[in-house]
């Protein structure tokens, strides 16, 4: 499976807690949306709004990390089915600190001038 080069970027950052390499890949006027089956949900609209959420995601969790299943990319469009683990720093709800957790979520992307310009995860 071959990934756009910007979503292999962005997962790598992501997976390095590199908040300013994750940042890097989005447009300015970048989507950001996370609905959770576990209730919470989080939309957030441009740059600035994402690198304050990118960096307060980071320093929550000692390690985490995107592992791609499967990938669909139709253009500028990308769906990705990822196998994504965790082991919070601190509690967070039902996710205890030092605990490992492990779920399975879907992310479609759009790109659009070289930048993702929405990205919903569902977990």
């Not at 989080?42 to 985490?64: N, P, S």
Request: hydrophobic share 45%.
């Amino acid at each position: 499976m071959t990934l756009p080069a910007l979503i292999q970027r962005y997962l790598d950052a992501y997976n390095r807690k590199d908040v300013a390499a994750l940042v890097a890949c989005v447009a300015d006027d970048i989507i950001f949306e996370n609905v959770s089956n576990a209730g919470q949900s989080t939309k957030i609209e441009g740059r600035a709004a994402f690198a304050e959420l990118a960096g307060r995601a980071a320093t929550m969790f000692t390690i985490r990390c995107q592992t791609v299943r499967n990938a669909v990319v139709d253009g500028d469009r990308v769906a990705l089915e990822v196998d994504w683990t965790g082991t919070p720093a601190i509690d967070l709800g039902p996710m205890k600190a030092g605990e490992q957790v492990a779920l399975r979520v879907v992310s479609f992307m759009t790109i659009t001038g070289g930048k993702l310009t929405r990205i919903v995860d569902l977990s």
